[in-house]
């Protein structure tokens, strides 16, 4: 048996072993800024790679605090942008946000909000408290995004033919919307984009590595990325949640690696994503289409292919 400290090196020479395979077959990709091979699979080097040039990104901003306590002003700008990206969006009827004191102390540390999809957007009232470490953090905008993106989804969110792929599609709508809005000058949804790519990132790459027992690489190597402020941060999810490794690797897989592996591979179809459960409307007969047409993600390839220049100029 490995002692520990042999472990972690024949652990660490593994991965550089895998990094140079990686390096030697992949092209490098101008819009996401690095290399990636063709596999449908997101590699743990190209999980390195996305975390970093986004931890470089989030280093690069000037701190910005986001107050979603003011909800209606966010709401009545967000919920057009979907539409504007393709989404079958009805702008009559009102989306209410409230902020609810999770009960649960598993949920009051993990939950940032959720939606029955019925227009009310519940929040986690550590985001209102002052006192909270939640409260007027950037990312905060990203999550009200996302549960807005539930709330296009409609009734899809208790049909069982669109469920596995829910929480991806609203991520990755989330993302649209976000890089719209920084596309045309939005300094709050540039910050909270990179933050939420980085983090997402890290995630992702967090479940790659948890896959390929590569955790002891993982935590040190990514350690030394991101900062020991968000490291903390989210290591403090992974361990809390190691008693239940099943369905940890269930919120990485739907909430990070499976979004971020769709946005990469949609490369080699020109950006365009088929089969997410969004209400895509066809706009030649104004019909909603739900999974058989594309998903355009011209915001968001914009925002990945100009954002060190974007952040330079917003910051």
Same mark, same amino acid.
């Given at each position: 048996?490995?002692t520990?400290?042999?472990?972690?090196?024949?652990?660490?020479?593994?991965?550089?072993?895998?990094?140079?395979?990686?390096?030697?077959?992949?092209?490098?990709?101008? @819009?996401?800024?690095?290399?990636?091979?063709?596999?449908?699979?997101?590699?743990?080097?190209e999980?390195?790679?996305?975390?970093?040039?986004?931890?470089?990104?989030?280093?690069?901003?000037?701190?910005?605090?986001?107050? !979603?306590?003011?909800?209606?002003?966010?709401?009545?700008e967000?919920?057009?942008?979907?539409g504007?990206?393709?989404?079958k969006?009805?702008?009559?009827?009102?989306?209410? !946000?409230?902020?609810? &004191?999770?009960? $649960?102390? !598993?949920?009051?540390?993990?939950?940032?909000?959720y939606?029955?999809?019925?227009?009310?957007?519940?929040?986690?009232?550590?985001?209102?408290?002052?006192?909270?470490?939640?409260n007027?953090?950037?990312?905060?905008?990203?999550?009200?995004?996302?549960?807005?993106?539930?709330?296009?989804?409609?009734?899809?969110?208790?049909?069982?033919?669109?469920?596995?792929?829910?929480?991806?599609s609203?991520?990755i709508?989330?993302? &649209?919307?976000?890089?719209?809005?920084?596309?045309?000058?939005?300094?709050?949804?540039?910050?909270?984009?990179v933050?939420?790519? &980085?983090?997402?990132?890290?995630?992702?790459?967090?479940?790659?590595?948890?896959?390929?027992?590569?955790?002891p690489?993982?935590?040190?190597?990514?350690?030394k990325?991101?900062?020991?402020?968000?490291?903390?941060?989210?290591e403090?999810?992974?361990?809390?949640?190691?008693?239940?490794?099943?369905?940890?690797?269930?919120?990485?897989?739907?909430?990070s690696?499976?979004?971020?592996?769709t946005?990469?591979?949609?490369?080699?179809?020109?950006?365009?994503?088929?089969?997410?459960?969004?209400?895509? @409307?066809?706009?030649?007969?104004?019909? @909603?289409?739900?999974?058989?047409i594309?998903?355009?993600?011209? $915001?968001?390839?914009?925002?990945?292919?100009?954002?060190?220049?974007?952040? &330079?100029?917003?910051?």
């Amino acid at each position: 048996m490995l002692t520990g400290a042999l472990l972690k090196a024949s652990t660490g020479l593994a991965y550089l072993a895998y990094k140079t395979t990686e390096t030697t077959h992949a092209d490098y990709d101008p @819009v996401l800024k690095g290399h990636y091979d063709t596999d449908p699979e997101i590699s743990l080097y190209e999980g390195e790679q996305l975390t970093s040039r986004f931890s470089k990104l989030r280093e690069s901003l000037e701190p910005l605090g986001v107050d !979603v306590t003011d909800s209606e002003h966010w709401v009545s700008e967000m919920l057009p942008m979907f539409g504007f990206n393709g989404l079958k969006v009805n702008l009559r009827r009102d989306v209410s !946000v409230v902020a609810s &004191e999770f009960k $649960d102390p !598993v949920n009051y540390n993990a939950v940032y909000g959720y939606t029955y999809c019925r227009g009310e957007v519940t929040l986690n009232e550590r985001m209102f408290n002052p006192e909270s470490a939640w409260n007027g953090k950037v990312e905060n905008l990203q999550v009200l995004a996302h549960e807005l993106a539930h709330e296009v989804q409609g009734t899809m969110c208790q049909d069982i033919r669109y469920t596995e792929r829910l929480e991806e599609s609203a991520q990755i709508a989330s993302w &649209e919307v976000l890089a719209s809005m920084a596309n045309e000058g939005s300094r709050p949804a540039l910050h909270a984009l990179v933050v939420s790519l &980085e983090k997402n990132a890290y995630r992702a790459s967090l479940y790659r590595a948890m896959r390929d027992r590569q955790l002891p690489y993982f935590l040190k190597r990514f350690r030394k990325i991101v900062g020991e402020e968000n490291f903390s941060a989210w290591e403090r999810m992974r361990r809390a949640n190691m008693s239940d490794v099943g369905g940890l690797h269930d919120i990485l897989r739907r909430y990070s690696y499976d979004p971020l592996k769709t946005i990469i591979e949609s490369r080699k179809t020109g950006w365009e994503v088929i089969g997410l459960s969004l209400p895509i @409307v066809e706009h030649a007969g104004g019909r @909603v289409i739900v999974g058989r047409i594309a998903f355009k993600l011209d $915001d968001l390839k914009y925002f990945l292919e100009h954002a060190e220049g974007l952040t &330079e100029a917003l910051n």
